[in-house]
Structure formats: structure tokens, C-alpha cells
């Protein structure tokens, strides 16, 4: 009987796993979708508006799933799930996206004014503009989670990172002198206002800068503000052992990685989780406990409490507060039972909060905008600047946009930060369907421009040629991101057995009463 329970169980929890990712994932997808659908239906609302001919109005590319024609416009849902489209055969030909027309009625169409063109291809832009405006309102209304990593700008840590070859080594960081505690100010000329993010952050100005050597202006306790040299090593893609296949997975999967000044940012000392039969775990410790001092001495940081001179088998009396009670606890450190070899640290059984504090923003709808465009712009720069850091190998696809909403809503409060990364979405695809490159709306503005000022129409040869040229480039580099997107969630393969990678942990009394019994 309890065999047949424990089978029930099990498959009922593997039931209940699948359906909560089937559940996420159909919430990101339709949120992704919402906005193709908006931006599309720009064009769609525009072209109704200036008369032209609308054949087909088709979310996702390549042939339909699904069809239904309706008042003359055929609806559809294609196979390709990358962005979608209004087929306008009085604009340029887009036969080598929307597929050929074989209508003569269509190909006989009156051919239309500039003006109507450039008005259909702005149409799509202001659509997703306005959208981004619509989300940015609801975010200042009910605010979006930030967290301490984020937000901090004071150094917590400063760890190793990998260099060309792969291997860890000290931090350029803590090589240049930088300290624990030191608050960053400016980093390579731009003005620091938090750790993480496109734009003002530590990250950012690391990443895109195009010099070897950054200077860091910090304020440090006690001896105030200074300027620091830091030496950043430009990390390189580590080439993939093995056959030809694994070769050429690990060229087109694998990102560059990327360029890093070895610091992390300094956050409350917040309980995220603690390591199973682990000291904390004993002592009564839980997720979201704030650690406030230790034998009396206060501490405000993690790393504080990381630099604390632990010793194994003594016993620390720990002040905490656990929602709006202070309390103590008695805390006995030991070294681990399972470890890698030369493992000899004595661990407290803490994992931090990654974030530290959450705390709710609400910045207003400008300041929301303006930032999502200074991201896309600073990213646009810097994917253009020779020696930045950014490469079009960290460019994401649809893929790993909808990766990021499935993620974001599986976090607390996530919705609202799918409010919030749809604010930066949006602006970002109304910049880049603005940028002039056949295919784009841009493209269908500088070539309407160019036949309203010329007086004459591009011939209809070279339109072919060069939309042609372009979507072949366009999916070629939409493919060169997939591998990239598929390749950050595919298991890397690793040994978990592998004495490197044995994480350290604690035995359960029954493990370590089996362990005595073996070693008598």
C-alpha cells in the first residue's frame, strides 16, 4: 500500500511540474506575441486608414498552421515563431518573407504615394512605442521589485574570474588595490548608479568600454574619494574539445563570454537558503532571516558576516530578525562531510539571498522610457565599437526573450517585472524596426523618402534583389542567436562526480551513522 502511495505521489508531483512549465511557458509566449500582434497591428490599422490593399495580417513566419480569411484579409499563425506581419503589396515587395503572390489582382494593384508608405512603416514603431508607454504607466502605478545586487553600488566581494585560458585567477579588481566596502562612483568616465543593467551600472561600463585599462573613481571608508587603474583582461571564447559535431555545437552554442572586473555588490546579510543537516539548518535559521550581528558585534553587509573569523566546533550567538521580531540564535560552524579534495573551509550552512533585500520602485513613465532607449542606444554603440566587449554573440532571439518572461514569472511578484523588461522590450523594438536596413520600417521610410525626393520609383528588380539579400541575412542571423539562446539552457555536460564539482555538504544523522558503521 504505501508502494502503490509513493507511486501516486511521485507521478502526480512529475504531473504537477509539467503542467506549471506548460502554464509559464504559455504566459510568456503570449506576452511576447502581444506585442508582435500590436506592433503588426500598426500596420494593419494605418494601411485601413491611407486605402491600401491588406492581403494577409500573420503572427509568426513561414507557412500557416493556421488560416481563416475574414472581410478579404487572411488571418494566420505560422510555423516560424519569430515575429510576424501585414502583407501590403503596395509596398515594397516582401515575396521572400510573406511568400510569393500569385493573386494577378494583387500584382496589378495602383501603386500608392510615399507619404501612405512612410506613414504604414512609422505605424508599426508608434504602435510598440505606445504600448511600451501603456506598460511603463501600469509599472509607476504598482511599482516593480528591485533588489539590493542591482541597485548597490558599494564592492561586497571581489572574486575570481577566468582568463583566456580558461583557468581562475585573481581578481583584476582586488590586483589593483580595490577593497571590500570601497563605493563605486565612476567607472571609464561614465557615473555609476547601481551594480547591474544596461545603463549607469558597474556591468555596462565594464563590458562596453573600449579601453584596457579602466579607471575606477571610488570612495573609501575613512580616506574618501580616489582613482584606481584597473587592468580587465578581454576574456576569449575557450574552443571546444572533442569531434567535428562538438566543435561546431560549441562555436555556434556557446556566447563570448563576458568581460569582467571581478567585483560583486555588497548586500544585506539575508538568509536565501540553508544547506540541508547544515549548522544553520540546526539552528532553526530560515529564508529570510537578516542577520544583524554576531556575539554582539552589528554587522550591515554579507560580506561582513563572510569575513567573520569562523571557527569549526564553536559555538557564535547570532542577533536576527525575522519580519518585524528580533531575535538570537546559537550557531556552531564545522567543516563539511562530503567536499572536494583540499576542502578545509568551515561553513555556517548559509546560502545568501542572491538579490539581498527586495525593495518596490515606482519610477515614473519618463524616466522609464528614457531608460529603455539609452539601453538599446548604449547596446547599438557599443555592438558597433571595435574593442567594446559586445559582440553579436550576446545578442538574444525569440527564444531567449521568451525564456526571460517564463523565468520572470516563476519569481515573486514576477508579473510585475514582466511589466517592467516589456517597458524596455518594447522601446527596444520600436528602435530597431527604426533602424534604415531593407526589411525594417526604416528601410520602407528611407526608400519612400528616396522616391518622394527622386520623383520616381526604385525599380522593382533591384527591391527584389536587395529585400532578398537582406531576409537572407535577417535569418541567418536570427538562426546565428537561436543556437546561442537553445545553447544558455542546454546542460553543458560536466561530471558531477568529477572531484571539481563534488559541491560541499552536510550528512544526515542516518548517512553519518551508516559512515561509522562502514569505518568499523
Do not use: C
Amino acid at each position: 500500500m504505501f508502494a502503490v502511495f509513493t507511486f501516486v505521489t511521485l507521478h502526480m508531483e512529475f504531473l504537477i511540474t509539467v503542467l506549471r512549465f506548460i502554464w509559464f511557458l504559455f504566459l510568456a509566449l503570449m506576452v511576447f506575441n502581444l506585442m508582435i500582434v500590436v506592433h503588426e497591428w500598426g500596420h494593419f490599422l494605418a494601411g485601413r486608414w491611407r486605402g491600401l490593399k491588406i492581403d494577409r495580417f500573420q503572427i509568426w513566419f513561414g507557412k500557416p498552421l493556421w488560416k481563416k480569411t475574414i472581410n478579404g484579409v487572411q488571418y494566420g499563425l505560422g510555423s516560424i515563431p519569430a515575429g510576424g506581419f501585414v502583407s501590403l503589396p503596395q509596398m515594397a515587395p516582401m515575396e521572400s518573407i510573406e511568400g510569393e503572390v500569385d493573386d494577378e489582382e494583387l500584382k496589378n494593384l495602383p501603386p500608392i504615394t510615399p507619404l501612405d508608405k512612410i506613414i504604414v512603416a512609422v505605424a508599426g514603431p508608434l504602435f510598440s512605442f505606445l504600448l511600451a508607454v501603456a506598460f511603463a504607466v501600469i509599472v509607476w502605478g504598482v511599482g516593480t521589485p528591485v533588489h539590493e545586487a542591482v541597485s548597490s553600488t558599494m564592492i561586497g566581494g571581489m572574486p575570481e574570474i577566468k582568463n583566456a585560458e580558461g583557468k581562475m585567477v585573481t581578481s583584476p579588481a582586488k590586483e589593483a588595490g580595490l577593497q571590500v566596502g570601497d563605493t563605486i562612483k565612476e567607472v571609464d568616465g561614465m557615473k555609476i548608479e547601481r551594480f547591474m543593467g544596461m545603463t549607469d551600472s558597474v556591468m555596462w561600463a565594464v563590458l562596453s568600454s573600449d579601453q584596457e585599462v579602466l579607471n575606477v573613481k571610488i570612495d573609501r571608508p575613512g580616506k574618501g574619494e580616489m582613482s584606481v587603474d584597473v587592468d580587465v583582461p578581454r576574456p576569449q571564447l575557450k574552443k571546444t574539445e572533442g569531434n567535428f559535431i562538438k566543435k561546431a555545437w560549441g562555436w555556434l552554442a556557446n556566447r563570448p563570454p563576458l568581460r569582467a572586473m571581478g567585483v560583486s555588490p555588497a548586500i544585506t546579510p539575508v538568509v536565501g537558503e540553508t544547506m540541508e543537516f547544515g549548522p544553520a539548518a540546526k539552528s532553526g535559521l530560515e529564508k529570510g532571516d537578516v542577520i544583524t550581528s554576531i556575539n554582539g558585534q552589528d554587522i550591515s553587509y554579507f560580506h561582513e558576516y563572510q569575513a567573520f573569523p569562523w571557527k569549526a566546533g564553536e559555538t557564535y550567538k547570532l542577533g536576527i530578525k525575522r519580519g518585524k521580531k528580533e531575535m538570537a540564535v546559537d550557531l556552531t560552524p564545522q567543516v563539511p562531510d562530503v567536499r572536494p579534495k583540499d576542502f578545509d573551509r568551515t561553513l555556517t550552512g548559509i546560502i545568501p539571498s542572491r538579490g539581498g533585500v527586495q525593495t518596490i520602485d515606482h519610477p515614473n513613465p519618463i524616466a522609464q522610457i528614457t531608460k529603455a532607449g539609452r539601453s538599446i542606444g548604449g547596446m547599438l554603440k557599443a555592438l558597433f565599437t571595435p574593442k567594446s566587449g559586445v559582440s553579436a554573440g550576446h545578442m538574444n532571439g525569440p527564444v531567449a526573450i521568451t525564456g526571460v518572461y517564463y523565468d520572470l514569472f516563476q519569481t515573486p511578484d514576477g508579473w510585475k517585472k514582466v511589466l517592467w523588461f516589456s517597458v524596455l522590450l518594447n522601446v527596444n523594438l520600436a528602435i530597431l524596426n527604426m533602424l534604415p536596413f531593407p526589411v525594417l520600417d526604416g528601410g520602407h521610410i528611407v526608400m519612400a523618402s528616396y522616391e518622394w525626393i527622386r520623383k520616381k520609383t526604385i525599380p522593382l528588380k533591384i527591391l527584389e534583389v536587395v529585400q532578398t539579400a537582406f531576409v537572407l541575412f535577417l535569418f541567418g542571423f536570427m538562426l546565428f542567436v537561436t543556437f546561442k539562446d537553445v545553447g544558455d539552457r542546454v546542460p553543458k555536460g560536466t561530471d558531477p562526480n568529477a572531484e571539481e564539482n563534488v559541491m560541499p555538504r552536510f550528512l544526515s544523522p542516518a548517512e553519518k551513522a551508516e559512515a561509522a558503521k562502514k569505518n568499523d
